[in-house]
């Protein structure tokens, strides 16, 4: 069964500052016939503070694979049911950057690359992008000062045409997102030792005009506003609903909903899981709802990481964690629907089609090995888009058609 749904993954992991939540980085070792070898993950800051994670291979027959083989990493993958992907590269030192697009599940790749932007050199670097669809994309690009001026352009045919649209309203930095091809937010998030400050900007015209609905500091903040502690991302459902999910260092992470466009803030409540939080926990993704029904994974960190799947049966009001069977131990959550999750641990992949109240187990051809970090709450790394078929990426893109059992490695053009 598909599901439409829209996704990110995201192998380039925001750093802010020194902060204790975990981040899931995967990194990749041959299991089996494969011969897949240790791949670098690479964490880009965007404050000053920069940081990257390696590891070697958990077989000794497995061969080494370097990250961006042709100058260029995997910036950002989009991806849109079993075949349309998006895919941001750029080159960790030198020039070259682009957008790829595919329609046959990554087979083959057409250069969206805005043009004059496939070099990195004055004010062309493309320093963000977000797809909507298949067809509806925005990238921003600019200089690399923290005062340039950043443009944002878009195309609405699948990147064969793209027209300048506005700037982003700050220079210093914000991520776009959109819920259709007029509305939109760009979240500024600043990092200050373990808790952020927010400026939230709102566009309702598909990035012309910006307006500020929220924004909080280290004080003075309105009720309504989003706490100052802990790490925190913002993602929107719909032009009025939107979800706030934290990371903390310490005690179980809030999680706060808006309703009407992020102009003010809801806390949730959330039961904490049972055993030691102080190695910081977070959640991992933004939550997925239907009617009464949600579900998000939920990580803790300290000498032996744990995971957990947060639930809702009030449509989001309250949650409650349920643990996946077997020993506590960490794995990376997909919660395809709220009662569909597939979760990923090396080799290993736990199915559940009825909200965790039965369970079974996939054995993969491939390993994909979580290392873990202190870092700002994980993007998706990995989707299924339906009981079939799903996506990986790390330095790679990977992708399956027999629920996870075998995996084959796509080439993105630049990579």
């Known amino acids: 069964m598909a599901r439409d749904r829209r996704r990110r993954l995201i192998p380039w992991v925001p750093v802010r500052l020194l902060v204790l939540p975990v981040a899931l980085i995967l990194v990749l070792a041959g299991c089996g016939s494969a011969s897949v070898g240790p791949s670098t993950a690479t964490v880009r800051a965007t404050t000053s503070t920069t940081a990257a994670a390696a590891t070697t291979a958990t077989t000794a027959a497995a061969t080494t694979v370097a990250a961006g083989g042709h100058g260029q990493s995997l910036r950002q993958v989009w991806l849109f049911g079993s075949t349309t992907v998006w895919a941001w590269t750029q080159a960790l030192s030198g020039q070259a950057q682009g957008l790829e697009r595919s329609t046959d599940g990554g087979q083959h790749w057409t250069d969206v690359t805005p043009p ?133 260092a310490g005690g179980v992470a809030p999680l706060y909903e808006t309703t009407n466009g992020g102009a003010t803030w809801v806390r949730r409540d959330v039961t904490a899981p049972s055993g030691s939080l102080e190695g910081g926990s977070g959640f991992a993704g933004s939550p997925v709802l239907a009617g009464a029904n949600g579900a998000v994974g939920y990580t803790i960190s300290g000498p032996a990481p744990r995971t957990v799947v947060y639930v809702s049966t009030d449509a989001g009001a309250s949650w409650h964690p349920l643990r996946p069977p077997g020993r506590a131990q960490a794995w990376l959550v997909d919660a395809m629907t709220p009662l569909v999750w597939r979760l990923l641990d090396g080799d290993r992949i736990l199915a559940t089609d009825n909200g965790g109240r039965s369970w079974r187990e996939i054995t993969s051809d491939v390993g994909f090995k979580l290392y873990y970090t202190y870092d700002s709450p994980t993007p998706p790394v990995v989707d299924f888009v339906t009981d079939e078929v799903g996506w990986v990426v790390s330095t790679s893109l990977w992708r399956t058609t027999d629920e996870g059992r075998t995996w084959r490695r796509l080439a993105v053009p630049g990579t």
């Open 116 to 248: 004059g932007m496939s070099e990195q050199v004055g004010d062309h670097f493309i320093n963000g992008f977000f797809a909507l669809d298949a067809d509806n994309a925005w990238v921003v690009y600019g200089g690399i000062g923290s005062s340039a001026a950043q443009t944002v352009a878009a195309t609405s045919d699948g990147g064969h045409h793209w027209t300048v649209v506005g700037r982003r309203p700050d220079t210093y930095g914000c991520d776009l997102q959109f819920v259709s091809p007029s509305d939109g937010w760009c979240a500024a998030i600043g990092g200050a030792a373990g808790s952020e400050s927010v400026k939230l900007y709102r566009t309702e015209d598909g990035g012309t005009h910006w307006r500020v609905v929220s924004n909080t500091g280290p004080a003075g903040n309105p009720p309504g506003s989003l706490p100052f502690g802990c790490d925190k991302d913002i993602q929107f459902a719909s032009p009025n609903v939107g979800w706030a999910i934290f990371a903390c």
